[in-house]
């Protein structure tokens, strides 16, 4: 019998039953945040500084770069120009075998806001990114993390944040 309509694939339910195959005691907790922080822009984008963060981590082939090596967690900024050929993301768990991380600009979107900027869509971009590396922790991400990067943004005098997970 054909399919004649698309099923969706709970990604609740599939995070919940891939963490319990991984042998973890206790389900997934999402995140929950009742009193979330977005505000409205202060002025129009056209007028806007815009920077971006990511979760994919710098590229190192076991070089330590900014004093960090590959795989370390922990927030890092870098320059949008020259934009990275690759970052890394294999440590992260996501379908391979249906997708990739080789495209750069799909993910961390440089040269298109470089477009928006030179058209007048957005003010400027800021000279450079910042990366919060996926760590699976809660607590790190709302107590250390979170509070790195907005000092980072603020430093670049951004008054726009688009926030690129992978």
Same mark, same amino acid.
């Given at each position: 019998m054909p399919i004649t309509h698309r099923q969706f694939v709970s990604y609740i339910d599939r995070t919940r039953n891939y963490y319990e195959a *991984?042998? @973890?005691?206790?389900? @997934?907790?999402?995140?929950?945040?009742?009193?979330?922080?977005?505000?409205?822009? $202060?002025?129009?984008?056209? $007028?806007?500084?815009? +920077?971006?963060?990511?979760? &994919?981590?710098?590229?190192r082939d076991q070089k330590v770069v900014s004093g960090v090596l590959r795989g370390d967690k922990q927030v890092y900024s870098a320059a949008v120009a020259p934009l990275p050929e690759r970052?890394?993301?294999?440590?992260?768990?996501?379908?391979? $075998?249906?997708?990739?991380?080789?495209?750069?600009?799909?993910?961390?979107?440089?040269? *298109?806001?470089?477009?928006? &900027?030179?058209? +007048?869509?957005?003010?400027?971009? &800021? $000279?450079?990114f910042h990366g919060v590396p996926t760590d699976y922790s809660q607590r790190q991400t709302i107590e250390v993390d979170a509070p790195e990067v907005v000092r980072r943004l603020h430093e670049d005098q951004v008054d726009v944040a688009l926030l690129v997970p992978l």
């Open positions: *991984q042998g @973890y005691g206790r389900p @997934y907790a999402w995140a929950r945040n009742t009193d979330v922080p977005f505000t409205r822009p $202060e002025k129009p984008l056209s $007028e806007s500084r815009v +920077g971006l963060v990511t979760t &994919a981590s710098l590229w970052l890394f993301t294999d440590d992260l768990s996501w379908d391979k $075998e249906s997708t990739h991380t080789d495209d750069v600009p799909s993910f961390l979107p440089v040269p *298109q806001l470089e477009a928006c &900027a030179a058209t +007048g869509r957005i003010g400027s971009l &800021a $000279e450079r």
